[in-house]
């Protein structure tokens, strides 16, 4: 099995930062793109940030410039560091990677559970 757990969530007041990781874990054998994507009772899910396995970078327009996605490999983990964060940035966050399981096999998208970033004075 694969799991990946999110963690760093939390409340923050605006204009403040906050960083998540994300550690894929369990069998596999490689790790191709990570990501992060939110969700909010008032939006889809969109996506935030992603990153090849070679730090090929791709965010949302709205987003870059505040928000820098980065990965450790040798730690199978993804990172998001928020800044500058607004009331509309509250949402649950949640990790993707597209993972080899197996040799003979292809890659499958899997997703964390999600962690809660609350905005809020």
């Known amino acids: 099995q694969v799991q990946l757990v999110e963690s760093g969530g939390g409340l923050v007041q605006p204009g403040g930062s906050l960083t998540l990781s994300c550690a894929a874990s369990g069998s596999f054998v490689t790790i191709n793109t990570m990501g992060w994507y939110r969700q909010s009772p008032e939006k889809e899910r969109e996506l935030v940030a992603r990153?090849?396995?070679?730090?090929?970078?791709n965010y949302a327009d709205s987003l870059k410039g505040r928000f820098t996605i980065s990965r450790d490999n040798a730690k199978n983990t993804v990172y998001l560091q928020m800044n500058s964060l607004e009331s509309e940035d509250t949402a649950v966050y949640y990790c993707?990677?597209?993972?080899?399981?197996?040799?003979?096999?292809?890659?499958?998208?899997?997703w964390g559970q999600g962690t809660q970033v609350t905005v809020s004075s």
């Open positions: 990153i090849t396995f070679g730090g090929n970078t």
């Open positions: 993707n990677a597209v993972i080899r399981v197996r040799i003979s096999a292809g890659f499958l998208t899997y």
